[in-house]
C-alpha cells in the first residue's frame, strides 16, 4: 500500500503543461520510430541496445576491461553514428523542413490531380500490357532539380499518349525516369538515387531501387512498371506497394497527390 501511496501522490505534481509536455515528447518519439522503421537504423539501434546492457552489467558486477571498453565504444560511437546514421538524419530533416513529419503536405488541385492520376494510370496499364518498363516521379514539396537536370528536359502536359511513347523500347528517352511537376512532364531519362535499404528483396530491379531511392530522400511518390513481369508498383515514404490495377493505381495517386477528404469536406461547406 505505501509503494502505491507514493506512486498515487505523484500525480499530485503533474499539472496541464507537464502533461502536454509529455505528449509532445511520445509524439515526436512515435514519428521518430516510423521515419526509420524497416531501415537499416533499426539494427544499428539493436545494437546500441546490447552496448547500454552491457554497461549496464559490467558496472554492476564490477567487470573493469569490459566497462573500460564499452565506455571507449561509446566515445568512437559519438564520432561515428553522425556518419552512420547520415541517410535517416537527412532524412528527418528535410521532413522537418518541409513539415510532413507533423503531417503536412502539398497537395495539387481536385481536378488537376484527377487528370495526372487516370492519365497515369492508363498509360501503367497500356505498359503493363505490354512488358514495356517504366518508371515515373511526381513531385511534391521537395523540388527535385538536381534530378531534372540529370536527364533530358521537357515540358509537356501529362497524358497518356506522351508517357506511353516516352517509355516505348528502343526509343532515345524509354531508359531512365521521367519526373513530374505539377501538370508538366519536366524531364524525362533522369537518373535517380538507389536505395539505402538492405532488407529489400534481392528480385527487385534497379527500376524500383531507384522508386524507393527517391522517395525514401524526398516526399516524392513514384510509379513503377515491370519490364520483366508487368507489374504496377508505387512507392512513397521508401515503401513500396505492389501487384497494383489500374483502379487502384488511380485512387492511391489521387489520395497521395490531391487534397484530403478533410480537406474536400471543408471546401465543399
Not at 546500441?48 to 561509446?74: C, D, E, P, R, Y
Not at 497515369?120 to 505490354?130: D, V
Not at 522508386?211 to 516524392?220: F, K, M, N, R, V
Amino acid at each position: 500500500m505505501s509503494n502505491l501511496s507514493r506512486f498515487l501522490a505523484y500525480f499530485n505534481y503533474l499539472d496541464l503543461r507537464t502533461f502536454i509536455d509529455i505528449l509532445i515528447v511520445a509524439f515526436v518519439i512515435y514519428k521518430l520510430l516510423l521515419l526509420i522503421k524497416g531501415t537499416r537504423a533499426v539494427q544499428l539501434l539493436k545494437g546500441l541496445a546490447v552496448l547500454l546492457i552491457a554497461g549496464a552489467l559490467s558496472a554492476q558486477f564490477h567487470l573493469t576491461t569490459i566497462n573500460w571498453l564499452v565506455g571507449k565504444t561509446w566515445t568512437a560511437l559519438a564520432v561515428a553514428l553522425p556518419v552512420v546514421f547520415q541517410p535517416e538524419l537527412r532524412r528527418a530533416l528535410e521532413q522537418l523542413g518541409r513539415g510532413s513529419l507533423f503531417g503536412r503536405r502539398s497537395v495539387l488541385a481536385e481536378e488537376e490531380a484527377r487528370h495526372i492520376a487516370h492519365n497515369t494510370a492508363l498509360a501503367a496499364e497500356n505498359l503493363s500490357r505490354r512488358h514495356a518498363g517504366a518508371l515515373l516521379v511526381f513531385t511534391r514539396e521537395t523540388g527535385l532539380v538536381e534530378y531534372v537536370e540529370s536527364g533530358v528536359k521537357m515540358d509537356a502536359l501529362v497524358s497518356e499518349e506522351v508517357i506511353v511513347n516516352i517509355f516505348e523500347p528502343y526509343t532515345p528517352l524509354h531508359d531512365g525516369a521521367v519526373i513530374i511537376g505539377g501538370n508538366r512532364i519536366l524531364a524525362a531519362a533522369c537518373y535517380l538515387p538507389l536505395t539505402e535499404n538492405p532488407f529489400i528483396s534481392s528480385q527487385l530491379g534497379t527500376r524500383h531501387r531507384a522508386a524507393l531511392g527517391i522517395t525514401e530522400q524526398s516526399d516524392a511518390v513514384a510509379v513503377v512498371v515491370s519490364e520483366e513481369t508487368g507489374t504496377i508498383s508505387l512507392a512513397e515514404s521508401g515503401r513500396l506497394f505492389r501487384g497494383l490495377r489500374r483502379g487502384d493505381l488511380e485512387q492511391k495517386l489521387m489520395d497521395m497527390l490531391g487534397p484530403s477528404k478533410a480537406v474536400k469536406d471543408h471546401e465543399r461547406q
